[in-house]
């Protein structure tokens, strides 16, 4: 796997939404926040999104094909507008 490389400055929450981000390194140890699980799910997020950009360059587009099955062969949709067109009609028929 090659690394991906990001032209430009990289941006974090905290300059996109005007606040600053601590800086950790000069926090005591004592002090610096855990690991949160808001902090795993970006972590998670992101090595999710660089994978679809690396794979995203090496494969071909991939489309859902559904499978017919034999449970549903003889299924028929509901049309519900021409059910409720036919009730309309019977009882303004029955009603008039």
Request: hydrophobic residues 30%; proline residues 5%.
């Amino acid at each position: 796997m090659s690394a991906v490389s990001f032209s430009g400055p990289r941006m974090n929450v905290g300059q996109m939404n005007g606040t600053r981000r601590p800086n950790l390194a000069r926090m005591p140890s004592n002090d610096r926040p855990q690991h949160s699980q808001h902090d795993e799910l970006i972590r998670f997020i992101h090595e999710s999104w660089t994978k679809v950009e690396m794979d995203r360059g090496t494969s071909a587009v991939m489309y859902y094909q559904e499978q017919e099955s034999q449970s549903l062969k003889d299924f028929r949709p509901f049309d519900l507008d021409a059910y409720w067109g036919r009730r309309m009609h019977q009882h303004a028929q029955n009603h008039a």
